[in-house]
């Protein structure tokens, strides 16, 4: 009798975790084609808390696409199709800075690489605004977060034919810790 | 009326050919059919004879197997055996003689069109020694009647299959590695092609056009395809033209004759000429065009074309550009 409760208990711990797995590896794999209507998603991101004057509403955009993986791959796409890599190459760098390092000279989190895609930064990086959809410059924010493994590990872009560290990986270093690279003087820091 | 019934769409139909290798594909079908029938017959009545024989046997109480039983269950196994080679030579010389006398290009310098396959479009180059007389087209092939025409078969994202059943058989589009094959149209007409091999969320929605006509009708056609598209004259189409070279749509598809040159989607020089759009899903009019430029999505999840939030009167004169683009 003992025997078939600790069972019991032990099949239903394993049901229910390979439930929760599950409901969470929808959410990762979920497809949103459709961003219905598109411009419903506000457009005001903010990166830092603070804010001039009295304390305005505190809603902005985040990234809707964080650790979902066909967002991620579709970033990729992106990331080719207009022509990113010309510049900052498959996340090496080249005549822009490397995206899959932790230095990150005008903030790694998802408004700041949105931010930058969006309104450009001096020096080189163009600015996209009413060039790239807001989806897709979310998707972009989340392919980019993910050469330097910001993002969660559970969500992977498709293989590339370009530098991997190992196969199936966007990454070229451990997902866990970015590689550190080069700071270069202050002197020398846009 | 069988062929009415078996016809998937109009216009694509693998026993209606227009051209020799089509022909010579139809006729190995109705050998196969006709060998396949007489084969399903013929052991479907031995079937029934033994069974009606082991019947009437047992009716009579007479005893099931004997000695000369064995003996004639040796014969039938031999013969049934012997048949099948024979009927499997049968086929493979046949299938080995139509792929000979098919696969050689019979002409030195056909016509040759560069057929690249795309998550979920096709991209047309019509070939030439001249870098002027190169021109690209999506969707939507011409060709001369009467006259070999060579593809030159390439995949940008995966393997899709060119199929246009009325002209010939299929063949495959593989990334980074060329094929080829050619066809000839004996009939003028149109017909219809598809994607058979499955390439992602589309591809049922991945159709192309064959327009086989005349070689003066042909020439014209050519001829109007390698123009560049003229600055609109009217103000309507100017300001679409504005919206879209400094818009969404020129980071990924080219006008030739003005500054958008990407390659990412269907070149749309002359978007205009061509009966369908979206790669054959929907009629090319001005409605259709709309509903595609504004909520691509909704008609065919998935697609690389983003939704583009287009102001009523900048839709407009996108779309009053669009169709200028004769």
Known sequence: MRRLSTVRAV????????FATSVAGCRR?????????????????????????????????RNPYENNAYAQSEGQR????????????????????????DQWIYGSSPENIYTTIIQGRPNG??????????????????????????????????????????????SLQDPEKPKNSFRPPASEMP | MLQDGLRGALNQSALEPAGPQAAKVTHLWWFALAIATTVYLLTMGALWWAAHRARQRELRGEAAVGPEAEQGMTRGVTYSIAATIVILLIFLVTDLSVGRTLSPVPSKHPLTIELTGHQWWWEVTYADTSPHGRFTTANEIHVPVGEPVLFVLQAQDVIHSF????????????????????????????YRGQCAEFCGLQHAKMALHVVAESKADYQRWVDQQRG?????????????????????????????????GSHAGPDLTHLASRRTIAAGTLPNTRGALGGWVV???????????????LKPQDLDALLTYLQSLK
């Open chain 1, 11 to 18: 099949s239903f711990a394993v049901a229910s975790f390979l």
């Open chain 1, 29 to 61: 794999e979920e497809r949103r084609f459709r961003e219905s209507p598109p411009s419903a998603t506000p457009t005001t991101v903010r990166v830092s808390a603070l804010q001039p004057g009295t304390m305005q509403d505190t809603t902005h955009a």
């Open chain 1, 78 to 101: 992106l990331f080719g199709w207009y022509n990113c890599a010309g510049c900052h190459a498959n996340g090496g760098g080249g005549m822009g800075p490397p995206l899959m390092d």
């Open chain 2, 228 to 260: 560049t598209a003229a600055i609109p004259t009217d103000s309507a189409a100017r300001r679409g033209r504005e919206i879209f070279l400094t818009g969404t749509c020129a980071m990924c598809h080219s006008i030739e004759g003005t500054s958008a």
């Open chain 2, 163 to 190: 199929w246009v059943p009325n002209l010939a058989g299929k063949k495959d589009l593989i990334p980074g590695y060329t094929q080829s094959m050619w066809f000839q149209a004996d009939t003028a007409g149109l």
């Open chain 2, 295 to 309: 909520d691509p999505q909704r008609i065919k999840p998935g697609v690389r074309m983003p939704p583009n939030m």
């Open chain 1, 125 to 170: 990086m163009p600015s996209f605004a009413g060039k790239i959809p807001t989806t897709q410059v979310w998707q972009l924010v989340t392919y980019v977060r993910s050469l330097s493994a910001q993002n969660s590990t559970g969500a992977r872009s498709s293989r590339t034919d370009h530098m991997m560290m190992y196969p199936g990986s966007s």
